[in-house]
Antibody
């Protein structure tokens, strides 16, 4: 079955850019919509944005000015960049697959295990 | 943005008893609602989609109901492994997809 794995630095300095990659195994990234979702410590879940294998994206309006999601189909990976980070961006970052192969919308399944990113000098 | 509100924030229930968790949307989301279970240190796990359809492998003691703005997740006869945090998520109006703040189900 499809599995997702996040990777990237666990510590980022304030004002710098957070960069994470999600590697998809057990299936092709060339279908479905692929999302990033984050969870600050002890808090709830926030959807960041999604990408389709074609490169089409959609972002949470609250983060849109700072977020870029890209895809590399040759590596079966998609990536997140979040610029100008502050302590408020400290969170566990998850990648997840949307439920529908052909259109956005829907629920998320499966999820990666998540990776904690701390913003601190 | 649709705001999802879950209640109660914490629910204390004894093993073997029934738990009823609520989720309310700030405007109608039709039946476009999912429920997730999250245990400490783990990613959320999909339980229910379409407000009432159990995901693959989810035990029958989990059931979802509701439509519009009011939704319920019911867990009949609680097992020890069911004590966790539960989130609802709407996917009717986006961006953004939005989640509730969670209900922590704890052992009484």
């Amino acid at each position: 079955q499809v599995q997702l794995q996040e990777s990237g630095p666990g510590l980022v300095k304030p004002s710098e850019t957070l960069s994470l990659t999600c590697t998809v195994s057990g299936g092709s990234i060339s279908s479905y919509y692929w999302s990033w979702i984050r969870q600050p410590p002890g808090k709830g879940l926030e959807w960041i944005g999604y990408i389709y294998y074609s490169g089409s994206t959609n972002y949470n309006p609250s983060l849109k000015s700072r977020v870029t999601i890209s895809v590399d189909t040759s590596k079966n990976q998609f990536s997140l960049k979040l610029s100008s980070v502050t302590a408020a961006d400290t969170a566990v970052y998850y990648c997840a697959r949307g439920n529908n192969a052909a259109r956005p919308g829907g629920w998320f399944d499966p999820w990666g295990q998540g990776t904690l990113v701390t913003v601190s000098s | 943005e649709i705001v999802m509100m879950q209640s109660p924030a914490t629910l204390s229930v004894s093993p073997g008893e029934r738990a009823t968790l609520s989720c309310r949307a700030s405007q109608s989301v039709s039946s476009n609602l999912a429920w997730y279970q999250q245990k400490p240190g783990q990613a959320p796990r999909l339980l229910i989609y379409g407000a009432s359809t159990r995901a693959t492998g989810i035990p029958a003691r989990f059931s979802g109901s509701g439509s519009g703005t009011e939704f319920t997740l019911t867990i009949s006869s609680l097992q020890s492994e069911d004590f966790a945090v539960y989130y609802c998520q709407q996917y009717n109006n986006w961006p953004p997809y939005t989640f509730g703040q969670g209900t922590k189900l704890e052992i009484k």
